[in-house]
């Protein structure tokens, strides 16, 4: 194999690397070692900011590929025929932590995924639930900032996560799945994935309907248990990383299939919820599952700075007949998504090979940092021009519909809209087996022990009027483990 010369970052070549030059043998060292001083600058310079949220994560690369005919719902280019493929890649992560910390924490996880269409990348940016702990995007700083440290003494705290979320009862169909053992899965594997927002398709007749994203593990479903979770965190705190990374390498390629919810406009208008409400799911019954690819992950990225760290991910990122919906969470995630990864990566992160297009971008955007211009080139930078070919073209205009009011406001997310109780009762009484409703309990009360300070008793007693109206068991069952009398007065807040 030939050899290749060691350079610096503009291709000279050099010999010295491993010794600074210096006056003497046991001189200062020289400011002209300009070859120290660019490795040390660089150096320092190789970290970004990590995400706010889901700073921890694993990625891989894959295939997915069209098993099912739903062109009669979309007419995105991906879904025009059965055995369309497409090259993808997958981001999976957790939430709350930072990028140093244990990939078995108690988190959701997200399941972020990029699909390289011939019409453009298109990003599905969801987690392993198909809800979240809140409805509107403005709420959305607030709820982090309890998932993550306090700011006088820099450490996680039960009692400002459990503040928050009994002050939003919307967040008890999350809080109840975080704190099932489906709160710490077996890795990245072994769970499902869900788009959680209500989506869009729009097919070739210019129709809508709403739709639902669900990924299915075929690996199966596999959780740790609390103590095993927490018992992993010591021993391996890249579980999860280490688990996928091996398991590709090996050649035991995991797989999702694909699924959609699909409801008409008229469906819409008579749910018993509002069906762009985050915090709730449409049930199954209703709403069939339509099977519709299969998704592999197949290749481990070559560095996982270049691909994993810098890969961006925006539901914004939409390709022609897949939109979205009026879901205030998903509103404000087109938005601050693309706006984050400006800030973090550069507003040239979309050149960067993880994301970029494979199949050809024309548009006007020039310059700033790290800009390259190999795909533009001498194009002008401005439309209309004289000098190019590129066209608007008119087959990808925008859906147009009616709003339902002229009428502006800052409308209450919850009035007449504040059923927060039985979706998570269901949940409790007919997904949940006996077992299930044990470890739940048992996480329940073991992270409300956290609570301190002198509204502990306001803040537990708070919440468990929201596990009473839930399911009398339940309250019930967390009361007396956390040693709390019951009186009539939560009992009556729970009717």
């Known amino acids: 194999m030939d050899s290749k010369k060691l350079t610096l970052s503009n291709g000279a070549p050099y010999f010295e690397h491993q010794d600074s030059q210096t006056v003497g043998p046991r001189g200062p060292v020289l400011l002209q070692d300009f070859v120290l001083q660019e490795n040390l600058a660089h150096f320092v310079r190789e970290r970004i900011p990590e995400r706010i949220v889901h700073a921890k994560g694993s990625g891989a690369y894959g295939t997915f590929t069209v098993t099912h005919d739903i062109s009669q719902y979309t007419k995105a280019k991906l879904f025009s025929k059965v055995g369309n493929s497409c090259r993808m890649f997958a981001r999976f992560s957790t939430v709350g932590g930072e990028k140093g910390s244990a990939d078995t924490a108690r988190d959701p996880r997200g399941f972020a995924l990029k699909f390289y269409t011939e019409d453009g990348n298109w990003d599905l940016v969801g987690n392993n639930t198909p809800v979240f702990f809140i409805k509107d995007a403005k709420k959305f700083p607030d709820f982090i900032h309890t998932q993550k440290r306090v700011p006088k003494t820099n450490l996680k705290s039960a009692t400002m996560m459990w503040d928050f979320w009994s002050h939003n009862p919307e967040s008890l169909h999350q809080v109840l799945i975080l704190m099932s053992d489906r709160g710490t899965p077996y890795g990245y594997r072994h769970m499902h994935g869900f788009g959680s927002h209500t ?54 390629f995991p797989k999702w299939t694909m699924y959609i919810q699909v409801m008409t406009e008229e469906q819409a208008k008579d749910f018993r919820w509002n069906p762009f409400d985050v915090t709730k799911v449409w049930f199954h019954d ?26 961006t991910f925006s539901p914004s990122s939409l390709v022609n007949g897949i939109s979205f919906s009026p879901d205030k969470m998903l509103q404000g995630r087109l938005f601050s998504y693309p706006d984050a990864h400006r800030y973090r990566v550069g507003v040239n992160a979309h050149q960067l090979e993880v994301n970029r297009c494979p199949f050809a971008v024309n548009n006007y955007q020039r310059d700033g940092f790290m800009a390259d211009s190999s795909e533009y080139q001498d194009k002008p930078n401005y439309y209309p021009n004289s000098f190019d070919e590129t066209k608007p073209d008119p087959a990808y205009k925008n859906y147009e519909y009616e709003l339902d009011s002229a009428h502006v406001a800052n409308y209450n997310r919850n009035e007449n809209d504040d059923d927060h109780y039985t979706q998570p009762g269901l949940l409790y009484t007919k997904s949940m087996t006996a077992e299930d409703r044990e470890h739940l309990i048992s996480n329940i009360v073991g992270s409300m022990r956290g609570i301190t300070g002198p509204k502990r008793d306001e803040i537990i007693n708070r919440q468990l009027c929201h596990f009473f109206r839930t399911n009398i068991e339940l309250g019930m069952k967390v009361a007396s483990q956390l040693n709390i009398n019951i009186d009539a007065n939560m009992m009556n807040h729970s009717k």
């Open 199 to 252: 989506f869009a398709m729009i097919n070739d007749q210019n129709e809508r309907v709403w739709v639902k994203f669900h990924f299915k593990t075929k690996q199966g479903i596999k959780n740790f248990t609390d103590g095993e979770a927490v018992k992993m965190a010591g021993e391996n705190p890249d579980f999860a990383q280490e688990d996928l990374c091996n398991a590709i390498e090996n050649g035991d």
């Open 286 to 311: 209703d709403f069939p599952m339509i099977e519709v690819g299969e998704m592999e992950l197949n290749e481990v990225p070559a560095n996982y700075f270049a691909h994993v760290e810098q890969s």
